[in-house]
Each structure stands twice: as structure tokens, then as C-alpha cells.
């Protein structure tokens, strides 16, 4: 499976993927996702938002037990973030029946569309819309940075951009999602595990911060003339980092769109996208908070116009008790295997899902911790140990 997914959106000069939601790359990935399915004998469906599905058992079945991640990736995105899930997925239940398991309940793997966000800014697009914490309207408002707007693209991949919305009946029949995924961080390499179970995932959202200045020439106006939106911007990727060191959370200015972006040309307009995370609400209310009001000063003091907008958030969430414990209970059973338990701050599909059934997760250890990088690593024998783990719950769930 690695293999066929290995040359996917691949880019020769960084060794990053760029596998962005309705583009070429993505459909590529998911002609894999359906061979996969069909090779195997699951019964194969897209939703009305354009998520994956491939089914053992019955589809309308009640109680299904599912299991999956992502395959769209981030700009220059590691290997590992979201197909490790879904390889792994399928990877179990090859296990499974190997094992000559009796399944007693429907089980599916899912490839969640546009999870990264990268083209049009939202994350987990395919999951929010299923779970309702998407509204038709605002999806059909999302744009790229080329213009294009998701109906458009959805379209122009072959999909049906009127038929996306809630789908309760679909999450309704669904009775635990568990999603494996590469640990984004170091704590199972610290712990010295090769799997873990998570917690809980840190409220996070995006902000956009747009400075406007005045364009004008590089080398003929005055210093003192100049109302230059580069310099609040940069006084404010600073006040970013103070803010998120002082609360013990994190924040990032991961990317930028400078107008006219001339060499030569003082710009008019600087916007720059704040990505923040931390432990509890109260805390990242206070990091953005102080971020924005450092903003508005620096602003102010070099004749700046300062427009801020949330473009998406994501509140904390507590992954489900009962279904922890069910696979602590399961995975407790198995003396070559320890699984700690950890929150993180990357968010997920099983985040979004969260609220609407019950969702759980298994990390894989990361030796560098690395991730939303072409250098993100796991060694093989851990994504081996993960697939076993997550085919031992898929069986303690889905088997009798
Ligand atoms: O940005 C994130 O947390 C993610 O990996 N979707
Ligand atoms: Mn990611
Ligand atoms: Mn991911």
C-alpha cells in the first residue's frame, strides 16, 4: 500500500507531499482508497460530502464500527499524517481475517475529505460537514487562493457540490469512530511506547489578520513618509510568540500574502494567518486576545489599518471515557504492550466527530516528533505495532 501511495503529489524539490483537496493529487489518492476497497471485497460509497467509505457488512447496518483518517495533506506534508490511519485501517482488517475473526458488527474504513485545510483554510471540511458544524452556505463560500470556490472544485473533480450537508443519519448508525494517527510530538518516544491512546486535543483555531498600508516606492519615499503594514506584521509575529511563552500555550504565523509583493515596492497590504493552540479555552482566549491587542497598537503607531477575522475554531475536546477505557480494557490484555494515554494539539476528524458519537484515538510513536514536514518519520515496526493494536480493538468491538 505504501508504495502505490508513495509517488502521490510527491513534490522532487522539497520530498513533501501537496496533496490539496479536489486536485489532481487528491483524486489520485483516492483511486487508491477505491482499489483498495474493491480489491478486497467492501462495498464501496462516497457520501454526499465526498468522504470515503468501504464497507465489511452491511452499510445501513446499525452499530458499525469504523476506522480510518485522511490521505489530503498539508503543504510539503510529511508521509505519515492522515495514510498512516487509513493504511493501518486496512492493514487491520487484513489481520483480522487472517485471524479468522467473526464479525458481528458492520465495519468500515473512511478517507474523511479535505481534513488539512490547505487549500481553503478550513479544516476537517468533510467531516464538519457531516456532523453539521458546517453550514451549507459557508461552504459554499470557501475560496482558494486562486479564487476558486469549493463548489467549483468539487465540481471540477466529478463531485456534486449541492448535494453536501449534515448527514445524522449516517453518524447515527455509526456506534464508535477510532482513528490511528502518527503522534505530532515526542511523548510516546519520551515514554519509550510504540502506541498511544489520546485524551483529549487542545481547542485551536485560525485568524486572519490583514495590515493595509500605502504602496509606494522603495527607494524615493521617506522613511517617516511611509506607512508600511510589513513592519505591524512583523512587530506582531513577535507579540505572538511573548503572548504564547508566557500562557504555556502556542502560536504560529505560518503563512502570508504580501500585495503588491514587489521587491521594490513598500506593500499596501500585508496579511498573515495566526494559528493558535492551548491546553483550555480561557488560556488561548487570552493568548489571541493579547496577540490582537499588541496588533491594533503597532498598527496605530505606523498609520496602519488593522482588520481581524476568526476564520475557523475548534473547541477542546475530551475524547470519549467509555470508549477509552474499552480499548484500555482491550489493549490491557496484551503483557508486550504498555499504551499511555495523551492530549495533543493537532486537531482531527474524531475531534470534529466527537460530538456526535463516540470517537477515540491511537498515536503512533514519532522518534522526532516531527510532523506537517517532509522529514516526519515513524519506524516500521511501531506502524506494525499500531496496525495490531488498532486490529486488536477493531476486534474488541466489531467481533464476538
Ligand atoms: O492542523 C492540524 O492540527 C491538523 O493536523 N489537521
Ligand atoms: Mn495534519
Ligand atoms: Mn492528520
Given at each position: 500500500m505504501w508504495a502505490e501511495l508513495l509517488p502521490i503529489g510527491r513534490s522532487s524539490a522539497s520530498g513533501g507531499y501537496r496533496r490539496f483537496a479536489w486536485t489532481g493529487a487528491d483524486a489520485e489518492c483516492r483511486d487508491w482508497f477505491r482499489e483498495q476497497a474493491e480489491c478486497r471485497g467492501l462495498a464501496y460509497e462516497v457520501d454526499r460530502n465526498g468522504n470515503q467509505w468501504a464497507w465489511?457488512?452491511?452499510?445501513?447496518?446499525?452499530?458499525a464500527v469504523v476506522a480510518g483518517s485522511h490521505l489530503d495533506s498539508v503543504p510539503d506534508g510529511g508521509a505519515f499524517d492522515g495514510p498512516l490511519g487509513v493504511v493501518s485501517a486496512f492493514a487491520a482488517l487484513d489481520e483480522l481475517r487472517g485471524r479468522g475473526a467473526r464479525f458481528v458488527k458492520p465495519l468500515a474504513i473512511v478517507n474523511f475529505g479535505d481534513e488539512e485545510g490547505a487549500r481553503f483554510g478550513l479544516a476537517c471540511v468533510g467531516s464538519r460537514l457531516t456532523a453539521g458544524e458546517l453550514t451549507v452556505d459557508q461552504a459554499h463560500r470557501l475560496t482558494d487562493g486562486d479564487g476558486v470556490t469549493l463548489p467549483r472544485a468539487m465540481e471540477a473533480a466529478g463531485y456534486d457540490p449541492d448535494a453536501i450537508g449534515p448527514d445524522p443519519e449516517r453518524l447515527a448508525r455509526i456506534g464508535a469512530f477510532v482513528e490511528l494517527h502518527v503522534e505530532q510530538g515526542r511523548a510516546l518516544d519520551l515514554t519509550g511506547d510504540a502506541v498511544g491512546v489520546a485524551s483529549a486535543i487542545w481547542p485551536h483555531g485560525r485568524w486572519r489578520f490583514d495590515f493595509r498600508g500605502e504602496a509606494n516606492h522603495a527607494g524615493t519615499t521617506r522613511l517617516v513618509d511611509r506607512r508600511d503594514p510589513m513592519l505591524s506584521y512583523a512587530e506582531t509575529v513577535l507579540a505572538a510568540r511573548r503572548e504564547a511563552a508566557l500562557a504555556g500555550a502556542v502560536a504560529t504565523f505560518g503563512k502570508i500574502a504580501v500585495e503588491p509583493n514587489g521587491v521594490n515596492a513598500i506593500p499596501s497590504l500585508v496579511r498573515g494567518w495566526l494559528d493558535s493552540r492551548a491546553a483550555d479555552q480561557q488560556t488561548l482566549d487570552k493568548v489571541v486576545g493579547g496577540i490582537e491587542q499588541a496588533a491594533r497598537e503597532y498598527a496605530v503607531a505606523h498609520g496602519v489599518d488593522l482588520h481581524v477575522a476568526r476564520e475557523s475554531f475548534t473547541p477542546v475536546v475530551e475524547f470519549d471515557h467509555v470508549l477509552r477505557d474499552e480499548l484500555a480494557r482491550i489493549l490491557g490484555g496484551r503483557a508486550d504492550l504498555k499504551v499511555p494515554v495523551l492530549g495533543t494539539g493537532a486537531g482531527h476528524d474524531a475531534g470534529i466527530l466527537s460530538g456526535s458519537l463516540p470517537t477515540a484515538m491511537l498515536f503512533v510513536r514519532n522518534p522526532t516528533g516531527v510532523s506537517h514536514s517532509p522529514a516526519e518519520f515513524a519506524a516500521e515496526d511501531d506502524c506494525v505495532a499500531g496496525v495490531r493494536a488498532l486490529a486488536d480493538v477493531l476486534e474488541g468491538l466489531a467481533c464476538t
Amino acid at each position: 500500500m505504501w508504495a502505490e501511495l508513495l509517488p502521490i503529489g510527491r513534490s522532487s524539490a522539497s520530498g513533501g507531499y501537496r496533496r490539496f483537496a479536489w486536485t489532481g493529487a487528491d483524486a489520485e489518492c483516492r483511486d487508491w482508497f477505491r482499489e483498495q476497497a474493491e480489491c478486497r471485497g467492501l462495498a464501496y460509497e462516497v457520501d454526499r460530502n465526498g468522504n470515503q467509505w468501504a464497507w465489511l457488512g452491511d452499510p445501513a447496518g446499525q452499530d458499525a464500527v469504523v476506522a480510518g483518517s485522511h490521505l489530503d495533506s498539508v503543504p510539503d506534508g510529511g508521509a505519515f499524517d492522515g495514510p498512516l490511519g487509513v493504511v493501518s485501517a486496512f492493514a487491520a482488517l487484513d489481520e483480522l481475517r487472517g485471524r479468522g475473526a467473526r464479525f458481528v458488527k458492520p465495519l468500515a474504513i473512511v478517507n474523511f475529505g479535505d481534513e488539512e485545510g490547505a487549500r481553503f483554510g478550513l479544516a476537517c471540511v468533510g467531516s464538519r460537514l457531516t456532523a453539521g458544524e458546517l453550514t451549507v452556505d459557508q461552504a459554499h463560500r470557501l475560496t482558494d487562493g486562486d479564487g476558486v470556490t469549493l463548489p467549483r472544485a468539487m465540481e471540477a473533480a466529478g463531485y456534486d457540490p449541492d448535494a453536501i450537508g449534515p448527514d445524522p443519519e449516517r453518524l447515527a448508525r455509526i456506534g464508535a469512530f477510532v482513528e490511528l494517527h502518527v503522534e505530532q510530538g515526542r511523548a510516546l518516544d519520551l515514554t519509550g511506547d510504540a502506541v498511544g491512546v489520546a485524551s483529549a486535543i487542545w481547542p485551536h483555531g485560525r485568524w486572519r489578520f490583514d495590515f493595509r498600508g500605502e504602496a509606494n516606492h522603495a527607494g524615493t519615499t521617506r522613511l517617516v513618509d511611509r506607512r508600511d503594514p510589513m513592519l505591524s506584521y512583523a512587530e506582531t509575529v513577535l507579540a505572538a510568540r511573548r503572548e504564547a511563552a508566557l500562557a504555556g500555550a502556542v502560536a504560529t504565523f505560518g503563512k502570508i500574502a504580501v500585495e503588491p509583493n514587489g521587491v521594490n515596492a513598500i506593500p499596501s497590504l500585508v496579511r498573515g494567518w495566526l494559528d493558535s493552540r492551548a491546553a483550555d479555552q480561557q488560556t488561548l482566549d487570552k493568548v489571541v486576545g493579547g496577540i490582537e491587542q499588541a496588533a491594533r497598537e503597532y498598527a496605530v503607531a505606523h498609520g496602519v489599518d488593522l482588520h481581524v477575522a476568526r476564520e475557523s475554531f475548534t473547541p477542546v475536546v475530551e475524547f470519549d471515557h467509555v470508549l477509552r477505557d474499552e480499548l484500555a480494557r482491550i489493549l490491557g490484555g496484551r503483557a508486550d504492550l504498555k499504551v499511555p494515554v495523551l492530549g495533543t494539539g493537532a486537531g482531527h476528524d474524531a475531534g470534529i466527530l466527537s460530538g456526535s458519537l463516540p470517537t477515540a484515538m491511537l498515536f503512533v510513536r514519532n522518534p522526532t516528533g516531527v510532523s506537517h514536514s517532509p522529514a516526519e518519520f515513524a519506524a516500521e515496526d511501531d506502524c506494525v505495532a499500531g496496525v495490531r493494536a488498532l486490529a486488536d480493538v477493531l476486534e474488541g468491538l466489531a467481533c464476538t
